[in-house]
């Protein structure tokens, strides 16, 4: 097992997209996560190489285009792809992963999440229940596609892996 990545992001960020979770309440919100690797990864190990921490700099919103079930699936087109990847490059950094809310759902990657994600991104889920948002947490998909590993997600310096809105 290689160590847990750390997501960071600062308190502005976490509160828009919590913000952003219980506007779109009970559909999904989805955004791009806009930042970069803060230390490239030590030299690659047999074992696989540790993670590089991230920093999310900014946000880029996007629109649930699902029409068939935007209540628990949303979809990133390769429209927002290439509209993500721009604003990036017009702030000098990098899309670095990608957010979504649960309605009435944990805040934990779906089937639909896991079939429909790209290893090496950052995936935010916040859970939204009752349209207040609550845990929020970070996964990133292994490279086989298997399963998702947790990301140490910090806000503002504290470690809030497990936090919620009191
Ligand atoms: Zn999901």
């Known amino acids: 097992m290689s160590d847990i990545p750390i997501l960071r992001l600062n308190q502005e960020l976490s509160d828009k997209i919590r913000a952003h979770g219980a ?3 009970p559909y999904e919100c989805c ?6 690797d803060l230390d490239a990864p030590t030299a ?3 074992e696989g190489a540790s993670l590089a921490s991230r920093e999310v700099t900014a946000l880029f919103p996007l629109v649930n285009r699902r029409d068939d079930s935007p209540r628990n699936r949303f979809s990133v087109t390769s429209e927002d792809v290439r509209d993500a990847e721009k604003a990036a490059r017009e702030k000098g950094i990098d899309v670095v992963g990608w ?3 649960h309605p009435d759902h944990p805040a934990k990657p779906s089937q639909f999440d896991q079939d429909h994600a790209w290893p090496w991104y950052s995936y935010i ?3 939204v229940a009752n349209g207040r948002p609550e ?3 970070s996964w990133r998909l292994t490279d086989d596609r298997s399963q998702f590993t947790p990301e140490n997600l910090q806000i503002a310096g504290k470690d809030a892996a497990a936090q919620s809105a009191p």
């Open 44 to 46: 690659p190990s047999s």
């Open 23 to 25: 506007e779109t309440y």
């Open 135 to 137: 845990t929020m947490t």
């Open 99 to 101: 957010y979504h809310s």
């Open 125 to 127: 889920i916040v859970s």
């Open 31 to 36: 955004g791009a996560l806009l930042g970069r």
